[in-house]
């Protein structure tokens, strides 16, 4: 009985003392913290975005042509488009289909971003920019070729 007794407080030490890291050991303020970071960089120098990234957002990658330059939504539109989303969603989930359902294939959310409009900021219309005359050709080009052999190639 005295060991199990000895064991038990013993634990109950150990826990303690274990639970109870003093404050000055926690990481300081977020400003000191963002002052001193620095982006990390693969061997020849550009930034290093390696990990894992989603797209579980319902920010569009483009800003819809009907927004113009509207970069930020107010909270009324925001929530006025996230239930539009959600009513295309829920339309689409409705359709009958074989076995392929947005939902479960793919990660997704009703929420937008910080209220934005579109992901891409620079430029700031919030569009991807038109192609220059060569991609534009070498698109082409492509697709011309998908159309005559479209299993050709990976």
Do not use: C
Not at 48 to 77: F, M, S, Y
Not at 126 to 152: I, N, V
Request: proline residues 6%; glycine residues 6%.
């Amino acid at each position: 009985m005295n060991r199990r007794l000895l064991a038990a407080l013993v634990m109950l030490v150990t826990v303690v003392a274990l639970g109870s890291t003093p404050l000055s050991a926690q990481p300081s303020s977020s400003g000191a913290r963002a002052a001193t970071w620095q982006q990390a960089k693969t061997p020849w120098g550009d930034p290093d975005l390696q990990g894992i990234w989603n797209n579980v957002t319902a920010t569009p990658l483009e800003r819809p042509k009907e927004l113009g330059e509207k970069a930020l939504l107010t909270e009324t539109e925001a929530e006025e488009y996230e239930q539009q989303i959600a009513d295309r969603r829920a339309k689409a989930e409705a359709r009958p289909h074989t076995g392929y359902a947005a939902s479960i294939w793919f990660e997704t959310s009703q929420s937008l971003s910080e209220k934005r409009t579109s992901l891409l900021v620079e430029p700031a219309g919030g569009r991807l920019p038109a192609l220059t005359q060569g991609a534009q050709t070498a698109f082409d080009t492509h697709a011309e070729r998908r159309k005559l052999s479209p299993s050709d190639g990976w």
